[in-house]
């Protein structure tokens, strides 16, 4: 290596260091207003007397966005400052970065996203014993000594998908494709082929039924578009296709209108958002399934506060998850525009 290219080498890793500095000097001068009472954003003189990172660098906006507001709602109402940790900064960050920048800026609480990474339950072990809680939201880093899980049963969820397919399938061989995140995101989602499968079984039509797994790239929403657009494309369709988040409800019922399958394939989906109440009532899905994702987000809050205050919390809160049919999406959907009208 010549001396330019060891220049270059030394004046790239000069930079990131000094990003890193930038950030974390950010993060903790943001902790020191929170304590003067002069949040950014926030009214002046209010003083919070907790800090807690909120860690999600995902998709399915919408849906993080409202376990956001939940938790800073609570927060609010705790004294406890929420922060959406990582989205004023200059940098890019993955979620293991904002964990350990996190930890450098001494927060008090983490709530995260978890999943079967390696590296995020190390992460969390390290932030654990160094007296930072941490509670894993809507889905588990389950081999960590995370302090609570707050979510709900994919199994359970997987019951409900297969009693409403057997609502319309109860007497016939049926094929259903389950639409899942690439086979690296750990065994929540398989949780869910087995709940549809067990109650199948349990009805006696397992034997005759396929239920399948397929796989999408879920880098970008677009990536995740093009993967389920593939399957409408091809020349064997299921009976039958089930989403696990809005993002891939979205895309199953809008590759259907744009292939002209609508009736052709029985879709159900996952989350209640407008656009996806609106298909439902319209029957481009036979049936969605919601969960309280601001309920979530706020039980997220005051399993940290509980554990600051005692020492103790619950390792798991279970939330309860409701099956939309088109009655009641129309319902929800006439209530919400009363809602914006007044």
């Given at each position: 290596?010549?001396?330019k290219s060891r220049i270059s080498l030394k004046l790239i890793f000069a930079f990131i260091l000094l990003m890193i500095a930038v950030t974390i000097g950010t ?252 298909a439902v009532s319209k029957g481009l899905l036979e049936a969605t399934i919601s969960v309280d994702a601001s309920r979530i987000g706020a039980s997220a809050v ?30 929800i959907l006439s209530e919400e525009r009363v809602e914006d009208e007044e």
């Amino acid at each position: 290596m010549d001396s330019k290219s060891r220049i270059s080498l030394k004046l790239i890793f000069a930079f990131i260091l000094l990003m890193i500095a930038v950030t974390i000097g950010t993060l903790v001068t943001r902790r020191m207003l929170i304590s003067e009472g002069t949040t950014p954003g926030k009214a002046p003189g209010r003083v919070y007397a907790r800090h807690y990172a909120f860690i999600h660098t995902g998709g399915d906006d919408d849906l993080w966005n409202n376990i956001y507001d939940g938790a800073r709602a609570r927060g609010d109402e705790s004294d406890a400052y929420v922060e959406k940790f990582g989205e004023d900064l200059t940098v890019d960050y993955d979620r293991n970065d904002l964990v350990r920048i996190a930890m450098e800026a001494s927060v008090d609480g983490i709530i995260i996203d978890g999943d079967t990474d390696p590296g995020l339950a190390e992460l969390v072990n390290e932030a654990v014993a160094s007296g930072i809680p941490v509670v894993c939201v809507f889905n588990d880093c389950a081999e960590s000594d995370r302090v609570c899980f707050v979510g709900f049963s994919y199994y359970n969820i997987g019951r409900q998908y297969g009693a409403e397919l057997l609502k319309d399938y109860a007497d016939n061989d049926i094929t259903v494709y389950v639409v899942m995140d690439n086979e690296n995101s750990g065994g929540n989602q398989n949780l869910v082929i087995s709940g549809i499968y067990d109650e199948f079984a349990e009805r006696g039509v397992a034997d005759s039924c396929e239920i399948e797994g397929r796989y999408v790239n879920n880098e970008t929403a677009f990536t995740a578009e093009e993967d389920i657009r593939d399957i409408f494309i091809g020349s064997n369709l299921p009976d039958a296709m089930v989403a696990l988040n809005s993002v891939y409800t979205r895309c199953l019922f809008q590759a259907a209108v744009d292939h002209n399958k609508t009736g052709t394939v029985a879709l159900y989906g996952f989350d209640d958002s407008t656009d996806i109440l609106e298909a439902v009532s319209k029957g481009l899905l036979e049936a969605t399934i919601s969960v309280d994702a601001s309920r979530i987000g706020a039980s997220a809050v005051e399993a940290l506060d509980e554990f600051i205050s005692t020492g103790y919390v619950t390792t798991y809160i279970a939330q309860d998850t409701e099956v939309i049919l088109p009655e009641r999406a129309t319902q929800i959907l006439s209530e919400e525009r009363v809602e914006d009208e007044e």
